[in-house]
């Protein structure tokens, strides 16, 4: 049983440019859900995908956008890059929208920003 | 708004002592509360999680952990740590509609031999 797999692993953008992220869920899973997490911080929700719509979003500003495709897979876009953006990337996926549903976890792209 | 606050970035304890890491949420309704562990380099692992079923959860690994409402805390335990348990422990309140998790900052596990 295929876990939630991320691509790329790593990655190294300069300011201003625009990076994308890949994604695809566990099997069986229709939802998906992308997380920020900064050096030595808790992730932090950006936003959740469903039925290929954006259900809800965090804090995050429209430079952060993303997509889900009809097989469930998912990309997070960021544009114009800053030096704050650089953390690691969590996609996590889960069943439908339910609350307290557990989320299963990626192992994360690690974006640098020079 | 929800919110999860871990009391102590790093604990520190010695190979077979007790773990204990603490969680304290803030929800104005009754929470999902999740406890992931993450090992160096990787994604979150799920610990265990409160759905109101029990106020005692078991998890993997031997962890568990108790929902005090009274408290609003939702702290972590091991009976003997082992040196595979060194990683860093998130705690996480979910909501009463949607499953978007709200994390704490962490707290970094260490174990000595």
């Known amino acids: 049983d295929a876990g939630v797999t991320q691509s790329p692993t790593h990655l190294i953008k300069t300011r201003g440019q625009q990076v994308t992220l890949r994604c695809s869920p566990k099997s069986g899973h229709d939802t998906v859900s992308w997380y920020q997490q900064a050096l030595g911080q808790g992730p932090q929700f950006i936003f959740q995908?469903?039925?290929?719509?954006?259900?809800q979003r965090g804090n995050f500003p429209d430079r952060f956008s993303g997509h889900q495709f009809p097989n469930y897979s998912s990309e997070l876009n960021v544009n114009a890059l800053l030096l704050g953006d650089s953390a690691l990337y969590l996609c996590?996926?889960?069943?439908?929208?339910?609350?307290?549903?557990?989320?299963?976890f990626g192992p994360g792209t690690r974006l640098l920003v020079l | 708004a929800q919110s999860v606050t871990q009391l102590g970035s790093h604990v520190s304890v010695s190979e077979g002592a007790l773990v204990l890491l603490r969680c304290n949420y803030s929800s104005s309704v009754p929470p999902y509360l999740f406890w992931y562990v993450q090992y160096p380099n990787q994604g979150l692992q799920l610990l265990l999680k409160?759905?109101?079923?029990?106020?005692l959860v078991k998890g993997i690994n031997g962890f568990e952990a108790e929902f005090k409402k009274s408290e609003t805390s939702f702290h972590l335990t091991k009976p003997s740590a082992h040196m595979s348990d060194a990683a860093e422990y998130f705690c996480a309140v979910g909501p009463n509609a949607g499953n978007m998790l709200t994390f704490g900052g962490g707290t970094r596990l260490m174990v000595k031999p």
């Open positions: 409160y759905t109101s079923a029990a106020t």
């Open positions: 995908y469903y039925e290929e719509e954006e259900r």
């Open positions: 996590a996926s889960s069943l439908g929208l339910m609350a307290g549903e557990t989320q299963y």
